[in-house]
């Protein structure tokens, strides 16, 4: 079965700095998506992104985070300036026409 | 609007006993519905998915949920809980609004299985 590939599987940061996350969508996939999971804490959603442009945002999603797809494959979420408080495991998933949605294995992202 | 409800945070059952876990949903369309699982230190796995088709749909491992469009409900069950079904389980509703996909995910149920 096709999968959505995420890396890298872990990543740890100081405070501040800059992340990429990456994500390789399944490739006739049009939707995409990124949710965080908080340690013990639910799903949340925080972008989708379609027809390269973002259709749905969070409360969460605000002006430090960024999202991109910028070479058809790719589809990445950016964080400009970190907060421990952004520590989470992000999962990037994408579906096609039948919504259903194929996750990754997850980014876990560890900020200092 | 569009929300999922599930309405146990926590389930606790026998190995070898039956699995209830339950879901209900708002929906102002015809929705998507899915079962998604998330095993300690795992990504989210796809268990089964409800797409206006048959009613009854069955699933990996064993689970099988049924939708039942009158009492906004999709709950998910098995008759026999193993000790590897002990996970996350989240109920997930998608559909289309304003000419896009939304998605919103339950709270999740944690599944124990005793031995």
């Known amino acids: 079965e096709p999968e959505v590939t995420q890396t890298p599987s872990h990543q740890v940061t100081q405070m501040g700095q800059e992340v990429i996350l990456r994500c390789v969508p399944i490739?006739?996939?049009?939707?995409f998506y990124w949710y965080r999971q908080i340690l013990g804490q639910k799903v949340e959603f925080l972008v989708s992104?379609?027809?390269?442009?973002?259709?749905?945002k969070s409360e969460i999603f605000d002006d430090q985070f960024s999202v991109e797809r910028p070479d058809g494959s790719n589809f990445t979420l950016k964080i400009r300036s970190t907060k421990l408080e952004d520590s989470a495991m992000y999962f990037c998933a994408s579906s096609g026409e039948t919504e259903k949605l194929f996750f990754g294995s997850g980014t876990q992202l560890s900020v200092l | 609007a569009q929300s999922v409800t599930q309405l146990d945070s926590h389930v606790s059952v026998s190995e070898g006993t039956p699995v209830l876990l339950r879901c209900n949903y708002s929906?102002?369309?015809?929705?998507?519905l899915f079962w998604y699982v998330q095993h300690p230190n795992k990504g989210l796995q796809l268990l089964l998915k409800y797409t206006s088709a048959a009613t009854l749909v069955k699933g990996i491992n064993g689970f099988e949920a049924e939708f039942k469009k009158s009492e906004t409900s999709f709950h998910l069950t098995k008759p026999s809980a193993h000790m590897s079904d002990a996970a996350e389980y989240f109920c997930?509703?998608?559909?289309?609004?304003?000419?896009?996909?939304?998605?919103?995910f339950g709270t999740g149920t944690k599944l124990q299985v005793i031995p």
């Open positions: 992104f379609y027809n390269n442009e973002i259709s749905e």
């Open positions: 997930v509703v998608s559909g289309e609004s304003g000419g896009y996909q939304k998605v919103t």
């Open positions: 490739s006739n996939h049009l939707y």
């Open positions: 929906s102002s369309y015809s929705p998507s």
